[in-house]
């Protein structure tokens, strides 16, 4: 019988960093889409503060932000 030959630990390193890093890029695009949802249905709704938007000087996203005063 012979026995199985498994991948090297490079190869298996490499593969799981990959697998990982594509799953963390679908999920950030997930959650730019519900980030951008969640702004809309804010500004249809708002009815005390200012809204602003935020932006990231390293992307070209963009965040709600609210002020209000005291």
């Known amino acids: ?3 199985k ?3 090297s ?3 298996s390193s490499w593969l799981f960093l990959t697998i990982l890093l594509l799953t963390s890029l679908i999920a950030e695009s997930f959650d730019a ?3 951008q949802r ?3 249905q804010t500004l ?3 009815f005390l503060g200012e809204p602003i ?3 990231h000087n390293k992307s070209e996203r963009s965040f709600l932000g609210l002020v209000t005063s005291s």
Do not use: C, G, V
């Open 1 to 3: 019988m012979k026995k």
């Open 5 to 7: 030959e498994f991948p």
């Open 9 to 11: 630990k490079q190869f």
């Open 33 to 35: 889409d519900r980030e």
């Open 38 to 40: 969640i702004a809309s």
């Open 44 to 46: 249809q709704t708002l």
């Open 53 to 55: 938007w935020l932006e």
